[in-house]
């Protein structure tokens, strides 16, 4: 079993420095993408605050269907376009929803959620999926998370 050292209390620049490393770490060797994802959600769920579902979405035939996460069950099909995470495939770029609420045609899983940040995952300008946290916080997700998360993202997927 891996042991994370994360200090989830230090600035975020630093946190996600250190959730970079423990991934790779993780990871190193390990070509399967589903076992792979499996332990990445579950590492980012254990070491950022204020999360309740952290996990990915992987593109099959057409539309996103649910994968690998840590959180309550999840709406298990999201067509591209559609709610944050279809939105985030489609644009292919990182999206950041303050207030879930506010977000036109949110998908509410879990009715505890009040803010979001989806960062897709692009190999080889292939789309493989997305990575999609809540918080039951609003405005929960900012600038540095993105930039953290798609430095995540990339890591995850250079496997």
Known sequence: MHE?????TQPKPVLYRAL????????????????????????????LP????????LLKQGELVVGPFQGKPACVRIAIGRGVCGT???RRETVIVRDVHEFPGHI???????????????K????????DLDS???ARFDEQDREGLEKFVAALLAT
């Open 108 to 122: 509410a899983c879990d009715s505890a959620s009040n803010s979001e940040i989806v960062v897709p995952m692009v």
């Open 136 to 138: 039951p916080q609003l």
């Open 4 to 8: 994370s050292h994360i200090d989830s």
């Open 88 to 90: 985030a495939a489609e």
């Open 50 to 57: 204020e999360l309740n579902w952290a996990g990915f979405y």
């Open 20 to 47: 970079v490393g423990e991934l790779s770490a993780l990871i190193a060797g390990e070509r399967d993408l589903i076992a792979n994802l499996a332990n990445a959600s579950a590492l980012i769920y254990h070491s």
């Open 124 to 131: 080889n300008g292939e789309l493989i999926g997305v990575l």
